[in-house]
């Protein structure tokens, strides 16, 4: 009885614990024929189309009100609706434009179509190969469904998942989905257990996915979002971004500056009532001083500060694409690094010869597939073509074998097996041209390599007779072999040299390397395949691995010095894994290992315990790559995820920070990533680092300088209400202050190198506040030299020497300019003096304080900026007195940078201080 639609589910996470023909039994379809059109219609209109649903991106719209979900943006909002109702439009006008501008800067750099479902979609196959009513046909990928029976060939991308029925030869590269660094052999024949990872599910295909080698046929067990793409898909969907360490901390500072805000409105409403003054006027003063709590430049500045940061970054090899996570890879306590393509080369590489018992075994120098090396007997080099045994060992890696090596676009590449390309490069180290010796000595006959044989041999005519050379695992050509040739002696292996083989292929093995065995044949003619490997001569072993890329060693080194804890989180074997943690330093030799199935066993309390000891993960699949980032998260840590694959995209996506490779990454990765790598070099992500904590020191340093001139301009104008003084400083005035004169030094503060050591001391706590304890003193104690410089200028003229109080404002007025561009020069460290800095390193600080005076000048001497901020002109002599009284701040804060000095409290301490 044939089955409902309903009863056709896709073959989800259980096809490769059945047979094939179980299921297609399952599925209804024919393994020889195929579906009928009719019936593949159907399941179109049932199934729907084998597509990945496409990304929902951000609108300009809502990319814009993303920068007003900020306290302090919506505080200088609320300033700006307050001085409009009060008829302040001027400043209405001002504060509401800053507002916009900070806004539009942030939507510049930051708004981007969320493209990785779309990136994910252009991996699926655009056409394929399928059986329909018994023929082969070409059909668009999209109309394929479950019960279909695809053909693959070599070069073919997976056009969906697949229970594989047939398979001649047939590898894939799945090193995207599952992070594996060679290519793997299927196997349609294996029944495994449910429980199987993805990685080991040899008995099937998966979508996105690429045959390097051969060919198969196979069942659609999964099409669309059903597939192992698409449930990597919805993790990337489901996730929701959080706000960085920085953005917490700004909406923390926000909070309190409204806070105080509001304090001091209520205070002066107070102390209006008591004192039975005007209530408008107390109202225009409590709007003075909601002006000055409020550094309204401040949003702009971080804004442009990050820009300015992510311009160095770029130039660093860093692209960053989310303003937000410029400081936040400052604040990161862990690197979790995927294995291949990033802390490795994915260029399966020779190291090591072993040539058979007795004989001292050979290393191979050079990394990757580039030609260049030697072959050397500890220091000495050696000619393999000059010693018999090792002539014909890499002999047989030349002519056994499918791989060709090139030259693309100044890079070496291999195509086909990269393992095999690992054997080519070693023949071409030794002195051999593999395309001339294949030409010379052509391939008569082969068996080929299939999972079952787990070795692959080649028949090639030499010189009058032929020759047959065999590679594959050493447990399946060893019993093949009856005799080892050493120099230019053939002799019978005995139990012992088998055992001594056995021994250095377990050692190898246990260094992380994958080992393949050569042997040869003599032969008169060709025989049959029976008889073909039988009585073989041992040659040796070749044992490679994926090389360690050689910058990441110190990278590695410079995370331990700065605090930082590196992970590995691969898709790879525990043994490789933890040889290459243990060459690169993550880990020493007593490390502990993680793999998914003991993953798979642990509830999310115990994960979370076990995240504290373990640095390398092994076999994990993308769904336990998110969880292992979640606890690392539940324990406090801001977490970088790095990685290439597809399989990288959703931890990308959940960690505070995901850094994909520019150069190997896949499109899904980059386009989930927050910053892109383009060199694919680690130690360019160890690099971000550097420049990401130097962004938060300076933001730190500007962010105090400009709140310790509000508090000076908040103190000014709490004193002249308590004090019964005409107002020192009118609203128009701060808001210029506030604006036009401390936001141009604040930037050029964003310009500074960075402490020297920055990367001697761990990471910042993730929700410590901009200003520790410590930190808030220094910004009060300047707040309070400039508030005492400013009121004792406007006291004195408005006093002793009998002015108006317009002319006493601008004396005061001139003077919190002053005493501010002064204070800038000394907020560039909060320990180091302005002489040990170097007056003149920072030029655009100079070019900024120049500019901020000169404009201070045309607001005293332009009749109509005169009339709009009422200030009166400056004589010589009241200059000198704005000057003196100017460099008053300035001159305690360095004092007391040469009283810390002297007690050897650095900037690291002050900052440590909570």
Sequence with gaps: MKKSLAQVPP?????????????????????????????????????????????KGRTILQ?????????????????????????????AVTIGAIVLLSAALGVAQEWRADRALKALKSMMAPTSRVLRDGHPRELPAPSLVPGDIVLLETGYYVPADLRLITAANLRLNEASLTGESTQVSKDPSAILGADTQ??????????????TYGRGRGIVIATGASTELGRIASLISQYEEEETPLQRRMSGLGRGLGGAAIAIAALIFVVGAVTRRDLLDMLLT????????????????????????????ARRHCLVRRLSAVETLGSATIIASDKTGTLTKGEMTVVRIYPGPGLEP?????????????IKRGTKPVNPLKIEHLSQLVIAAALCNDAHLHIEQGQWRVTGDTTEGALIVMASKAGIDPDRLQNEHPREHEIPFSSERKRMTTVHRWHKGFQAYTKGALDVVLPLCSHRKVGEHIGLISQEDRDLILAANEDLAAQGLRILALAYRPLDEIPTDDELEHE????????????????????????????????MITGDHKTTATAIAQDLGIVDHDAQVLTGVDLQLLNDEELREAVQRVRIYARISPEQKVRIVDALHHNGHIVAMTGDGVNDAPSLKSADIGVAMGITGTDVAKEAADMIITDDNFASIVAAVEEGRKIFDNIRNFVIYLLSANLGEIIVILVGVVGGFPLPLLPIQILWVNLA????????LSMEPGEPNIMQHPPRPPEEPVINKLVATVTITRGIAVAVAVLTAFVLWLNLFDVSDDKARTVAFATLIVAELFVAHSSRSLSRTIAALGPLKNLYLLAGTIISFGLLVGVLYVPFLQEAFHTESLGLSEWLAVVSLGSFPMIGIESMKLLWSRLGVGTQSLLQSR
Excluded: W
């Design 11 to 55: 073959f989800k996470g259980s096809a490769h614990a059945a047979s094939a023909e179980d299921v297609a039994k399952e599925l209804s379809s024919d393994l020889y024929n195929g579906l009928s059109s009719r019936e593949a219609e159907e399941r179109l209109g049932y199934f729907g189309h084998n597509t990945l649903p496409e990304a």
């Design 63 to 91: 990319a814009l009100a993303e920068q007003f979900a900020n306290f302090l943006i919506l505080l200088l909002l609320a300033a700006t609706v307050l001085a409009a109702a009060i008829g302040e439009y001027i400043d």
């Design 198 to 211: 993805i990685a080991d599910r040899r008995n099937c295909a998966f979508a996105g996915t690429v045959v």
């Design 286 to 313: 409590a709007v003075s001083l909601a002006v000055a709590a409020v550094p309204e430049g401040l949003p702009a500045v971080i804004t442009v500060g990050l820009a300015l940061g992510v311009q160095r970054m």
């Design 362 to 374: 050979l290393d191979v120098s050079g990394i990757g597939f580039e030609p260049q090396g030697e």
């Design 536 to 567: 073989m001569i041992f040659l040796g072993l070749a044992a490679m691995h994926d090389p360690p890329r050689p910058e990441a060693r110190e990278a590695v080194a410079l995370c331990h010095q700065a605090g930082i804890i590196p992970i």
């Design 741 to 748: 004169t401390d936001s141009l030094p604040a930037l050029a």
